[in-house]
């Protein structure tokens, strides 16, 4: 019984030796590879294990501050905020990698409230992390450290920093704590993508069946992932799937042999979006454009604007029966002329609508959805 008695001591001791060693390790900073980066042993759920994963709590882990374009060799104070309503210790844990998975740069502390973890992980990459003195909320439900970071002395390309934070209910032990991770991107000067459409089709009319040489230039073309195109017919508020012109994943390609549509409108235009290696996009837009029907011009057009007595006549082609004239926005009422109407509308009374010296947006509409540019008309004085 006394041995038994003395084995169970020992047991309770042992334990909470155990308890006590965990509790000091996280409140003096976790063992490194926990920030969830490739390669990484995973993040900071696996010492912290009440929960089976990372971000299902109300908070969050945020960098800010780090730059969109990094200049090689330059230093710069990245802000790091672990933020949940309703705990008072915080943690965490980051590091920075190139694309290889390699370290990217120099992490540095700012002040006692981090530390550079002595342990490296795969790639040499380095790890920095809160420190004893630095859990406490620096509000309520929130905690803010800054760390340095010092961009590689060389162009590495896309660099990605990844983050695991700690939000603690400060009892000293690892149970009931919510994980979180992060991370955000920056790019090198050479990985930076840009695009630019070197053929621009706005303010043309496109005939539906014909051919449209579509080219475009970009930079950053190594951190390229994928190239789309695709067209608008109202004016660029939507680019359906439906529309797409053109799409690959070969960087070195730059153009595109369009086949216009037999969509008629005045309102289209093309969009490029360049993918990058990171998971973000960047794109660029044409003018707007027309599109036309395949056997001649479809789309009325407006070529002239007179005032006669108190009448406005709008001259142009392609006006249907039954068209009508907006003007700033708002319908009229139209007739189309009897000796010309496919050329030649009538407002009755519009004219004396319209001040002297006033410029009106003007725009014809036919029943099938076609519709004219906007045409700017100012009355004489």
Request: proline share 5%; glycine share 10%; hydrophobic share 30%.
């Amino acid at each position: 019984m006394l041995i038994s008695t003395r084995k169970k001591k020992l047991q309770a001791i042992i334990l909470i030796f155990v308890i006590a060693v965990v509790a000091y390790a996280s409140a003096s900073g976790p063992e490194p590879r926990y920030t969830g980066a490739p390669g990484d042993i995973g993040s900071c759920v696996f010492c912290h294990d009440t929960f089976e994963n990372a971000n299902v709590g109300p908070g969050s882990v945020t960098i800010t501050n780090t730059p969109e374009i990094y200049t090689p060799g330059q230093q710069y104070t990245i802000t790091i905020t672990v933020q949940q309503g309703g705990r008072s210790k915080f943690g965490f844990q980051l590091t920075a990698i190139d694309s290889n998975e390699n370290r990217a740069g120099t992490l540095a502390t700012v002040s006692a409230d981090t530390q550079i973890n002595p342990l490296t992980g795969a790639g040499a990459r380095q790890y920095i992390q809160h420190s004893s003195t630095g859990t406490n909320q620096t509000s309520s439900g929130r905690r803010i450290w800054q760390v340095r970071w010092t961009a590689p002395a060389t162009d590495v390309g896309t660099v990605t920093f990844y983050i695991a934070g700690n939000a603690a209910d400060g009892d000293g032990d690892n149970q009931d704590d919510y994980i979180y991770t992060n991370r955000v991107t920056t790019e090198s000067p050479t990985s930076n993508v840009t695009v630019a459409l070197d053929s621009n089709p706005g303010g043309q009319t496109l005939v539906a069946g014909s051919q449209f040489l579509i080219d475009w230039s970009a930079t950053g073309l190594s951190n390229v992932d994928s190239y789309e195109l695709r067209y608008s017919t109202d004016d660029g508020a939507t680019f359906p799937i439906s529309n797409l012109i053109f799409s690959t994943t070969d960087a070195d390609i730059t153009e595109f042999n369009w086949t216009v549509p037999d969509k008629p409108t005045t309102q289209a235009r093309i969009r490029l979006q360049a993918a990058t290696q990171s998971g973000a996009a960047v794109e660029v837009r044409s003018g707007r454009f027309t599109i036309s029907g395949p056997g001649g011009p479809e789309i009325p057009t407006i070529t002239s604007v007179e005032i006669i007595g108190k009448h406005l006549y709008v001259n142009g082609t392609n006006f249907k029966d039954g068209a009508k004239v907006y003007m700033n926005d708002a319908k009229q009422k139209t007739s189309n002329d009897a000796e010309n109407p496919t050329g030649r509308l009538k407002c009755k009374k519009l004219g004396k609508k319209i001040e002297r010296g006033q410029t009106v947006n003007l725009v014809v509409k036919n029943g099938d959805g076609t519709e004219s540019a906007s045409v700017l008309f100012t009355k004489p004085l």
